[in-house]
């Protein structure tokens, strides 16, 4: 039985998608609800799961061709795995310009030393410039798996110095005074990060303060407190619940800057979402976490690391970065000393934390060492007066450098 494999049905706020990845091909086995294919929006990676135990007949779109919401990408045939089509068929019409521009030698690859090879086999064996007759095939009637072909190649790379050789051959036949360049499409997400980061720098009148803390009275804190922290919240106490507390007390007072700017109209939230900038491998992602007026310390630690783990896996869903009523981000975890963030449209302020760098600062008239961070916070100065920035982030200090000051909200 064929059935359709379509795109998933995309929120109203995205338009349509890029298949990113196809991780089984036409004639390779998979299991039901095994992932076979990625689609890229320009916010989120949404995966799409084999519907029963069979293979992939078809592929109608292939990697980097734009889909539409519920739009058919591809055929899959149900039955045992048994059923995988042999490795010869050129059926899948999605490939067809890539097998026409492959080299005559990657069209007689199945065929040499008369190994067989499954399609997922053939495609990273020539990739690789693998010869599959010096590959064993552990499949059925001696076929060439992809794991073989993988094993292979692992099995090259570890043998040290001799694998590095290879590697180093296409370099040592670039011409003198030859430039190499690779070219790569900006995939979706980056592109849509590029477009919105450019707005912001268009349509707000961005400015941005800074000010230091201390950050020795948080350290001790945490110090003092982190083991039973764990014994009981099961989770470590960071850095990041702190400032998302203080913010969130800062907010209150300053609702200008818990504001949004919607055409002509500034709205106010009575509420504190307030978003984690992320950096991924597919490019900065800002989940939310909803309410944190009303989460505590571990509640926010656990969110953190739950969107952190989301966002690596490319598991994050439009629903986890909708809406926000301010942003922080961290560059210090990559050594950032101080920066100027760029605002996170249509919010009108974002706060940067930077790296505790050990500092001589002068205290009641002596000298002291002190763990101190540089903070900024850009905002648009159509919505917030230079003023109340500068207050704000005063406040944010002032809670980060005595915590008491949070829970007894002074």
């Not at 795995?81 to 990657?106: L, N, Q, R, V």
Request: glycine residues 8%.
């Amino acid at each position: 039985m064929t059935t359709e494999i379509k795109a998933p049905v995309f929120p109203e706020s995205v338009a349509e998608g890029t298949v990113a990845t196809w991780h089984k091909q036409p004639g390779e086995a998979c299991s039901r609800d095994e992932l076979i294919v990625d689609i890229e929006t320009d916010k989120v990676v949404l995966e799409v799961v084999a519907p029963a135990d069979g293979v992939i007949e078809e592929i109608v779109k292939a990697e980097g061709d734009t889909c539409e919401s519920g739009e058919v990408i591809g055929k899959f045939k149900e039955g045992a795995a048994g059923e995988s089509k042999p490795a010869e068929s050129k059926s899948d019409s999605s490939k067809e310009e890539k097998e026409e521009e492959k080299s005559d030698k990657s069209e007689d690859a199945p065929a040499s030393g008369d190994a067989i090879l499954s399609p997922a086999a053939r495609k990273l064996a020539e990739e690789n410039d693998v010869d599959p007759a010096a590959v064993k095939g552990t499949g059925k009637d001696g076929r060439v798996t992809k794991e073989d072909v993988q094993n292979h190649i692992d099995s090259k790379k570890s043998s040290g110095s001799s694998a590095s050789k290879p590697a180093a051959a296409p370099e040592a036949n670039v011409a003198p005074g030859e430039r190499p360049e690779k070219r790569v499409p900006m995939t979706r997400l980056r592109a849509s990060i590029a477009k919105r980061l450019v707005e912001a720098q268009q349509t707000a009148a961005m400015l941005t303060t800074f000010n230091e803390v201390n950050m020795a009275p948080i350290m001790e804190l945490r110090k003092q407190y982190q083991e039973s922290f764990v014994k009981r919240h099961d989770i470590k106490l960071g850095f990041m619940s702190f400032f998302a507390k203080a913010a969130t007390e800062a907010l209150k007072r300053f609702p200008a800057v818990n504001a949004s700017i919607d055409g002509n109209d500034m709205v106010y939230h009575g509420y504190q979402d307030i978003g984690v900038a992320v950096s991924t491998e597919r490019g900065l992602v800002v989940p939310v976490i909803r309410d944190v007026d009303a989460l505590g310390l571990a509640d926010i630690e656990k969110k953190i690391v739950e969107y952190g783990t989301k966002a690596k896996g490319g598991k994050l869903g439009i629903e986890d970065m909708t809406g926000g009523t301010f942003t922080i981000t961290n560059g210090g975890i990559f050594g950032s000393l101080i920066s100027t963030p760029i605002l996170n449209p249509p919010q009108t302020a974002i706060l940067g934390m930077h790296k505790i760098q050990e500092r001589p600062m002068a205290v009641n008239g002596k000298v002291e060492i002190l763990p101190m961070m540089y903070l900024a916070l850009s905002y648009d100065h159509r919505m917030i007066d230079g003023k109340d920035a500068v207050q704000f982030l005063v406040a944010i200090k002032e809670m980060l450098e005595d915590p008491a000051r949070i829970l007894l909200d002074v």
